[in-house]
């Protein structure tokens, strides 16, 4: 995928083990992305309606899946946030290393993990004894990746560790902000998923709505051109 | 994946936010498509016909499941289809934008929906009583990457806001119609399919073999070469 | 992904829609490739052995299940030896074309269907009463990819109408040879499959062991590079 | 993906069949291992809690579930670690051959098949008459990568026939004496899983714990550059 440096005498030489380009671990990052997003829908199973006498037993089934359509749009627009945004820092980064490579290796782990929650809502929402078990559940399932992605911004923007040098303080500080308030609100709507469902998920879905809205350009310090 | 300019001090630095290269989001949708295509065999099950003392149960059964060829069949045609078109049109866009990348998601949600549908007709498509609720939202399924299809096309091509600037105005005018076209005759699917399940099918098989006709090539306007 | 010409203006200009590079259909060839085989474990389900009182019925459950071993391990190898023919032949062509791409999709259809197949010989290969359909599917489900197979390859080459000039005539006629030849042994295996499912299955892994043996060198045409 | 050479008339001439660059390998590779980490959480399935009459039966459903996260997160990481390691040795290979792209298929076999066995030991570990067999057919699938692994290297690396010709062969021994004691180490866990399933999964988590650490630094002959 990338060329390899080469040696005098012909041969490929590889970079050193703990400095790469961040290329192949973003292709990588973008196939578990586009594995989970696509694969949200095997969890909504074709409903039963055979044998009924009723004439359209299959279309109140279909109907009836609203929740496993609600959680499986919820869930496939929080992906491809997440898709888009995994992009949008990694520009940021002039390369990678060993604990980042872990640390998104965690935050996949935690969007792979997704499609369990979002099947777990789409079965039980309109369930009363477990409607708060299955959104607060969900809930937890979101507030994870907010927490993994929060970890590997932080590992990654301490003391410019791995960020492009020139970048605005201003400009770093404010993704900060952005995304340990992400973390906060994700926990905020755990506890009302507690209280109350409708509030809880509302605000998972307010919050996905606000990410849909462009990212902040990148803001580089000018004037520092000449040393 | 895509090299990055670089600075005087050696460091990449990325570009706008908002005005990025193509290549990235025709790579995510790629990996969708091809994953969703490759999906759709996990929606046909094993059939059960253990048990049973005649010598040629599982023959039955396995031939009884032709409604799922079939809607395996075709839906595997239509993403191999619109996956050909996507590059199509991606290769007339000199850019992308939040907007365009939001519409694409939007795009890639419903082609990532169309193996649930699949499977409902395959499952529903020989029931005497459910097999028009089947069809239908069959049908519908395919109208709706139709759909986001033409927004997409449509937030593109207004005022030439991503596309090339030298395209023929006929040649897009002429996209614009087909594309139109297609949302036209898959509603009339729908509808159709609502007073006569073959008929509705029939029409969606119909269009599905006219796009397996080559797309039109590309025209760009000649002698603006000099200012 | 592949960089674009570009006019004079500084836009892109896409190449004409009919001839077009292959790098494109080969990656999204592989991913289905990929896909394909790594989706065929999930048609092994775990066996239900709870509730039993003998110690060891998991033990005897999951020895059980080595008829859907043995046509996963068929599958995969299967599928593993058409991804690196398909690079091995997407080598010769010089480009692709509209025709070419439907053929590969067609191709690409019969790999995806496999799963279904490997999934129910490994059901009913101990299932004295089914054995004979369950091998005869699964000996088609082989025969098809090698079916669509050659068709591609004789769309290619026919004329040398997409192969690079240079080859060797009696190099293309050696692979057409192979490539017929395979698809009369799978014909053969269905057929043998119909009499005795041993013997069947036993020519199918023999077919993929010779599969194995490396392919055969490219050979172009020397003394001919001075005009 | 990869630029072929361009002979005089301008028409690609592909290399020889048998010595090619590792890139694709790398990438059809990478998109099993993105597939394949994914699909692990296809196998927990949502619990069925309904029409109890107990409140939060759901709640004790998804804990109840522990044996299946566990499994599911050693796993995730096996495949990770695995993944960078993959990457990390074929940094190492100025090139592949046919032999080489067999033994990465047969790796590649062994890490599709983790999803099964993982799948197992999470649906077996609390039950007392199968929790031996569910653990010791866990450690068997963790073995079998290794031992493929193992091949691959030993393959590549024995007189060279693969690797760079400038790596120190301190490097080299170092790196074989490692994958094999991981061969030896699973072993042991198989063994010690027969006896104690607590112990014999604890190794696995600690070897996994292990690999967690940056991988040694390349190093190559210094000095040799001057011929």
């Not at 040696?7 to 990588?28: L, Q």
Request: net charge positive.
């Amino acid at each position: 995928m990338n060329s390899k440096p080469r040696s005098e005498d012909g041969h490929d030489i590889p970079p050193a083990a703990t400095e790469r380009d961040t290329g192949r671990v973003e292709a990588f990052s973008d196939g578990v992305f586009a594995i989970a997003i696509t694969l949200l829908i095997l969890e909504i199973k074709v409903p039963h309606a055979h044998g009924s006498s009723r004439p359209f037993s299959l279309l109140g089934s279909l109907t009836g899946l609203w929740p496993s359509y609600f959680s499986y749009l919820l869930s496939f627009t929080m992906i491809g946030i997440y898709w888009a945004n995994h992009h949008y820092i990694f520009k940021l980064f002039t390369r990678t290393n060993h604990t980042l490579n872990l640390l998104n290796l965690l935050f996949l782990l935690t969007i792979s993990f997704l499609p369990f929650p979002t099947a777990t809502l789409g079965n039980y929402m309109l369930d009363a004894a477990n409607r708060t078990t299955a959104a607060t559940f969900y809930a937890v399932g979101l507030l994870l990746p907010a927490c993994t992605w929060l970890l590997m911004w932080l590992y990654a923007t301490t003391g410019r560790r791995l960020v492009h040098p020139r970048l605005e303080s201003a400009f770093l500080h404010h993704l900060t902000i952005q995304y340990a308030g992400t973390v906060a609100i994700y926990l905020g709507a755990v506890l009302l998923c507690l209280v109350d469902v409708r509030l809880g998920l509302g605000v998972c879905v307010g919050l996905t709505l606000l990410y849909l809205l462009p990212p902040a350009s990148y803001a580089y310090a000018r004037g520092k051109r000449t040393p």
